[in-house]
């Protein structure tokens, strides 16, 4: 259910695209008024996002320590997987963000005949990993139509994309690559039990509709040729809040913009925004020190608790009998 | 139990999901597997709210009559003061990493045990109750209403967490399995869910400062006939101070090592190495618990009791505190002790009187652990230490959830371990230091009816003990946890028979030499070492 429903979503996205390439006046609406909506949605959504998230304090500072914490200088500690200093939770951060650190520990555990055996598994990781450095790479790519001229570092990722030289024009690397993790990713929720268990048409539709991108961006490479010159006219229109609309494109690129344009929009209300959370879980972000400096709860209450006063009043007879010295006889 | 599983039956465990969506499979509340609902009167001895007789199998659980409303408010609130809870309700991309990390999950195979879907019970009401996609799209976004069904559903799962925090090491994200069920605990307290393990304690900590309840001269006659088994067992004899003004050292630790097996061991060997190293030092009868079962019930309860600690080291001047071996208690006062409490200005920045170090990692709150003080005074050769008379035992290190993950304390244990005991086995490397497995019992679910749970949650690390113990002759389970020693007993007998449970400083004391003491030809269970048997040591000493 939860399957067919996302990729219905995105066959009507791809569907609405298709009629409203073929009608004039719609070509303004799906290439220049909903790029525009869902770029501000994007933008708007995100930061409200992450300024609701900021707004609630992090009253606790409650790091996952991984690794030996800092005690004595002859116990060697582990400075990222439980850092005690500002750099040492960046490097942790870093390694977090850009190395997925967590997600490259992933064991998989079977019970076999009474026993339980922890294998690696990486799959995830680098299906994850293979599909966001692509999507990356392929997003800078995409600011050649963005800039006038082309920057030289999205020249050189060009180069390197397509160092292959395969096919022409040439296949790119990173078009093969997210492809590729895209395929590991939905194969996991595909096929194994577990993740197909626990998957949710919010895990789906991201994923189809990506896909749906990667292929019309492909598509229009290979295919469907548009009309590159009047894409980069209509884009650096876009971009110079001067947009102008040419002729024709061709309606593989207005397919390929709304469903960009959908995935932007969606992407702040979703368990995307795993972009911004990222950096923000206090799990990962703070260091270890709690012992070794005093943290402030915003909302600090003092406690209510039991005195000694009102425990020595209680059990004074008590604690003299069993000779325990008391404040007052 | 309702039934005793042999542990080959227990061992039937489909690791894979049902047909079913979880929506659709209504909850099961079963015996074996909950705990008892908590006595009214110990929910209103701490003056938490709705106190009343229900019981979690019965249709009716008494609630008022706005307890939907109760509820999201306090989901509202709490929203609001954590940004945990925001973002972990926010940004999980069910990528299953978590899934079978749980010990719970491992060990049942219930698909609500995945610490994802543990979380998606509350995030399915966040969804439909919070948020516009959740309240339009419903089902279709993974959304559903907060019904009675709901609730007891979460409730049952908030009781099948550890709290161990095992989930969030590998989480991409860092979501933390024990925030969501620390807070989904605070919300089922708005209206008097609690379970009578968490409660009963909470409600003697309070009054009576330790869990058990146990009277100030209680708790002292206690440690009195422990050193009383001292002098017998090692000919030294030992009379520690209780609320003694002016002490250098105020000694806190985990009630249950006053009483049970084989905490007081571990006690004892406190004792004994203090007693060695002439420590200036004293127990409170007053904060008399280093445990926190509040803790397991809000964090409002948790500095409630833990409070009593920096009140007391200032009510008798002392210059700082020890703390002893227990999990949770390190993660209460490591991770939240500094912030729940204002700073004592009479406290001094802890430094050993032995060695003269300096504690530079707890600077600030002013509380070491023993492992930590120990390790430091074996690196500088303040101890005698034989570890010979250890030879019988084959020790392997049971890291516990807490010190390993809401801490890093790694090292020092094993450290002193390894200089007390000459054979000593590691487990499989997933399954301890910061991959550690919870015993099965923590974070207050160490009750008698709920056996099942316990031994299935008790799997994973008694699987690896079992391990080491068909492969090495593992015999002996150490931990610095007094929740660890009150359940990973009956854990090995069901799983790894021929495998006893000692605290680290039990084992220390063990191989203590000290001034005064007898031929020590039994060691703190009062059981003869092996080879050291007093006739043929006279034997010996004739010739």
Known sequence: MAILVSLGAVLAIVVIALIGAQVGPLQYLLGILVPYAAFAIFIGGFIWRVVYWGKSPVPFRIPTTAGQEYSFPWIKRNRFDNPVKLWEVLVRMFLEVFAFRSLFRHTRAELRGGNLIYGPSKWLWLGALMFHYSFLVIALRHLRFFVQPTPEFVKTIENIDGMLQIGAPHMYLSEVMLLTGLAILLGRRFFAPRIRYISLANDYFPLFLIIAIATTGILMRFLFRVDIVGVKELVL????????????????????????????????????MHMGGVFMSPTRNLVNNTRMKRHVNPWWTPPKFHTYEEYEEE??????????????? | MAKELTP?????????????????????????????????????????PNAHKWSPVEEDW???????????????????????????????????????????????????????????????????????????????????????PVLKEIWYYLFQCTECRRCSLFCPYGIDTAEITILGRELINLFGLNINWIQEPVCNCYNTGNHLGLLPHTFKQNIEFLCDDIEEFVGIKIEPTFNRKGAEILFVTPSGDVFAEPGIYTLMGYLMLFEHIGLDYTWSTYACEGGNFGFFTSLEMAQRLNAKIYHEAERLGVKWILGGECGHMWRVIHQYMNTFQKPVDSLEEPISPITGTKFENAKSLKMVHISEFTADLIKHGKLKLDPSRNDHLKVTYHDSCNPSRGMGMLEEPRYVIKNVCNHFYEMPENTIREETFCCGSGSGLNAGENMELRMRGGLPRANAVKHVHNKYGVNTLA?????????????????????????????????????????????????????????EEEAQEDV
């Not at chain 2, 209504?26 to 003056?47: L, T």
Request: charged share 25%.
């Open chain 1, 237 to 272: 229109g876009l971009a110079s809040f001067h947009p102008t609309l040419p002729d024709g494109i061709g309606a593989m690129f207005f397919i390929h913009v709304l469903l960009v344009s959908a995935l932007l929009a969606y992407f702040p209300f979703s368990k995307l």
């Open chain 1, 315 to 329: 059990y004074r007879d008590l604690m003299k009998e069993a000779g325990i010295p008391v404040e007052r006889e």
């Open chain 2, 8 to 48: 080959q039956e227990t061992l039937r465990i489909d690791l894979r999901p049902p047909k079913q969506d979880w929506m659709d499979i209504p909850v099961n509340i079963k015996e074996g597997i909950y705990c008892y609902p908590a006595k009214p009167e110990k929910i209103e001895c701490v003056d938490m």
């Open chain 2, 62 to 148: 008494g609630l008022p009559e706005n307890w939907k409303e109760i509820f999201l408010e306090g989901f509202r609130e709490r929203l609001d003061k954590h940004r945990t809870f925001k973002i972990f309700m926010d940004i999980c991309v069910r990528c299953g990493a978590c899934a079978d990390k749980c010990h719970f999950f491992i060990g049942s195979g219930d698909p609500k045990n995945m610490p994802v879907v543990r979380a998606e019970l509350l995030r399915s009401v966040y969804r439909g109750e919070f948020t516009k996609a959740g309240q339009i799209l419903g089902r279709l976004a993974g959304a559903r209403k907060l019904t009675m």
């Open chain 2, 479 to 535: 931990c610095v946890c007094a929740i660890d020693r009150a359940v990973l007993p009956a854990s090995m007998e069901y799983w790894v028979p021929g495998v006893d449970v000692a605290g680290v400083s039990e084992l220390v004391a063990n191989a203590l030499i000290m001034e005064g003491e007898n031929e020590r030809s039994v060691n703190l269970r009062g059981e003869e070492i092996p080879g050291r048997a007093p006739k």
